[in-house]
Every structure is written in C-alpha cells, then in structure tokens.
C-alpha cells in the first residue's frame, strides 16, 4: 500500500521560479562600511551588572 514518493515533488513547488516571486538581486556597495565606536562592558561573567553601571531609581534591576 505504500507508495514511493520523491522529496523534490514537494520541494519543488515552493521554489521561487514556481511561486512567480522572484527578482533579481539587489545592488550591493562595493567595500562594507566599517563600523565605528566600541562595545562597554555592562554585566560581568556571571550576568550581573557592573557597579560603574547607572541604574534607576524607579527600576534599579
């Protein structure tokens, strides 16, 4: 009673060719613009706030 069937039969249908939902791709910068500043440290290794950290009064987690 079982019937062979083929992944592709499924997979198929949902390509982009398909669906009709396909476009040409997008134009891309030549060089990635670097990213400027850097990264503080707020939580320490254990995920608890540093004490240089500002907290509020209102919510002070």
Do not use: C
């Amino acid at each position: 009673m079982a019937t062979n069937y083929s992944a592709n039969q499924y997979e198929k249908a949902y390509l982009p060719t398909y669906l009709q939902n396909w476009s040409p791709a997008r134009p891309t910068k030549e060089k990635i613009a670097a990213h400027e500043g850097y990264t503080q440290i707020i939580a320490n290794d254990r995920g608890h706030l540093l004490p240089s950290v500002p907290r509020s009064k209102v919510f002070p987690y």
